[in-house]
């Protein structure tokens, strides 16, 4: 795959289509992946890589990519594109100045599952038929890959590209997923028991923003956390939870909007399940207004920003948050 | 630092008896920034406002803050005063501590707190309100009249007469609408084309007026003043400006067995027609669901015989656009449909009929050329039952919970002309109540009971059921005698309930204007702006605006066009300047805010921008047209970035509000 990638890539930059290539690269170690910008054979060949580690998201980067001189390649999984068809809507990514291979997506490796094994100084990892052969300073190791699964891949949506130029690999179905399970076990806790439930794990955030930064829904110029005049950027907490109102802010900020590309939970170093929060809209916004997949497609209304006559009434939706 | 005044109302009793105001002023004149707080029994009288202009000018005041009644009620008033204080209008606030507190409380110490605590919002806000001026947009004197029965071309010929240019815009190949179908009018008896077709000639001669026949509004854009306006013409395969209405392709045409809409369906048209000899414009119209020409290439008989050349079958529909200051909205109503009636046999007794095909029965052009006779056997009918509120005044979900309002006058007509005309005929009448208001209208139904000898019997008909002999057994109950009755009847009439036009509803859309849950037109205020409706440069005529007869849509016709002449007598108009604007630094050009945008007034633009390192960048960012916003804030709470903002009532002013209630 890795291969005919690159074979494409060069191609594309050789016959004049693109001056730019949108990929990944490795860091200090395997498992230590970074998305990265290309502009040559040589680069692309030396470092480009494309494995089961390379989970990032490309189409945030796209926002700023697609504005520069140029068209950008940009490979993405079936999930990205979710996220990137979102972005042409709201016009933040210029889709003329991009050209999109759709790769096959997960599932996808989480290290912190292989290290949660006690399994450290790992070098390298290797798939051999569902079986995980993890070389180590200390010696070899193996693991069932189902285990190592990363769990934006475990609750996935969807194996269809719905943005694409051109497809390596074959396109897939939307899945029949059971993303919401979990978001259905929070609603049938008692208030106070969900309380904790949030307390306990926002409590662990170090208001890093790394789930914002990462965000492909988070795009805005000049972003309310930052924005002096928004009153609440820098503002000291009065208690210990209003902290925590951040990851309801933001929650509210991309509901609608949010494709559900897990990215938030994936990057938080304190591995709270930021996702959850945003399934939640995603799911009462299914119930209410009628099935909705932001980013399927870039022309349809988000149900929260039209109104049709045969819409919910607001009582519905009060006694929905009655116990 | 601020100097604001605080001015609290007594309105009488109206506030002082549920609100210690003197309370609330001594409270209210310790809050920061506050320089006089003062009470007074009746702010609104001309004492009242001087007080406000006074302390505006002896305190030098930079905000006023009056708590009395709903904004809706004097905002206007005190604005008015400040500015004539040397004061900008817009550094007024009202606390409503009237409809929003005495009104609902009943204990004092409670609504002396809440009075108190929404002073404190008010003051919140007034501390940030900037000055605000109000911008001009320019009127198009044109007016457009949609709908062009009675009501249209009465507001139509009104604005004509008064000077200004007027486009009617008719669904229908003929203007005239359904007075057309009638054949005599309540209470004087006269003929009513003998009444409208003067005025349908009258509305095509007049070169102010510009007849869209056959032809809807497909979009509409803009505001008031300045509307756009996009007609289109229904493509009718006859070129208008050619055709001579002289009929012939009417005669000749092959195709005889299309249903006559004219005459409700009880005779047959052909496929090119003219819907009645006063049409106006006397044009053909091919009807191409039933031309054989058109539907498979066969025929063109029409073409042949038609020596003005006018027929043209390959004509498609045509858009028009057009700019107008001012929209009148004249559809008109239908009679409802019956299929949800079986008891009274409607669908399968040819001899049940609805009380607008009773008009075209007895009328002179109608099918049987003006003599009553059964539609089943053509034999004279000698014992009629009418039956009233067919669907109105109903509860049961099957119809109209309104009533109808014009159903027992033309009853009562049918009755007198039947019993005139045909004395050997017996009438019955089943009614709920009789309502006859309105001038000469119960001296009419007395002269139906008492000199015509028509029996009204107050109760319902419980079944109409068609017998071997071609009668109709109609069985009904006596409410006053107490008894059941079986009637013998030769025919039926259905006072069928009415509705509006069904082509209302998307219009109400493409007009942002309101409706109510029946679809008629929402007044601006049922009492005090009745031809007006809630969006601005919308006038409303005739019964799409609720059940009305001739006279009462004429009056509200002539209404509808003074308020549209009052509009378009303006070189300009004063804007709102409470409108929305975007924070271009902010914006991230999204979409998101044009999409809930219920006026369009918000358009992006690619936009030129200094960032750092001396560099430039391109944006999409949103611009909001000042004139056709309307201040509704449905903007500044669904853009995600918090780029829009409204005057008069920014976000940091709401929280500023939402803080000081908190405090």
Redesign the interface.
Known sequence: MQEAMIKRAVQLLADGTVNRVMGWKRGEFVYDITPAVFTTAEELEKDFVCDDFTQANLSKYLVKES?KEGKILAFLKPCDTYSFNQLV????IIRENVYVIGIPGGPKLDIEKIKAKGITGILSVENENYTLKIETIYGTETMPFSEAVSGKCSGCKSKKHVAYDELIGDDGEVLDSNRFDMVAKLENMTSQERFDFWRGELSKCIRCNACRNVCPAC??????FD?P???IDQKAAADSFEEKMFHIIRAF??AG?CTDCGECSRVCPQNIPLHLLNRKFIKDINELYGEYQAGADTTS?APL??YNADDCEPSVVHERGVE | MQRIGVFVCHCGTNIAATVDVKAVAEALGHEAGVVISQDYQYMCSESGQNLVKNAIKEHKLTGVVVCSCSPRMHENTFRKAAASAGLNPYLVEIANIREQCSWIHKDIASATEKAIILGRAAIAKVHLNTPLTSMESPVVKRALVIGGGIAGIQTALDIAEAGFEVDIVEKEPTIGGKMAQIDKTFPTLDCAACILTPKMVEASQNEKITIHSFSEVSDVKGFVGNFTVTIKKKARYVDETKCTGCGLCTEKCPMKKVPNEFNMGLDNRRAVYIPFAQAVPKVATIDPNYCMMLKNGKCGVCSKVCSAGAIDYKQTDRFVEQKYGAIVVATGFNPIKLDKYDEFAYSYCPDVVTSLELERLMNAAGPNGGTLLRPSDKTHPHTIVFVQCVGSRCDDGKGKQYCSKICCMYTAKHAMLIREKYPDTEVYVFYIDVRTPGKNFDEFYRRAVEQYNVHYIKGMVGKVSPKADGKIDVQASDLLAGEQLHINADMVVLAAAIEPDKTARPLATMLTTQMDTNDFFTEAHPKLRPVESATAGIFLSGACQGPKDIPETVAQASAAAAKAIGLLCKNSITCNPCVAHSDE????????CE??CPYGAIT?QDKEFRMPNRTT????VASVNPAVCQGCGACTV?C???AMDLNGFSN?QI?AEVDAICK
């Not at chain 1, 809507?89 to 933040?92: N, T, V």
């Not at chain 2, 630094?585 to 998101?592: F, K």
């Open positions: 504005r809507k709201e016009h933040r795009t805005c110029e000049n972003c309310v924005n005049k928004s009153g900020h991309v909007r209304r920003n039209n | 630094l902010m914006c991230n050009g999204c979409s998101a999409k809930v992006y960048a391109v944006r999409r669904a995600p970035s918090g940091s929280m």
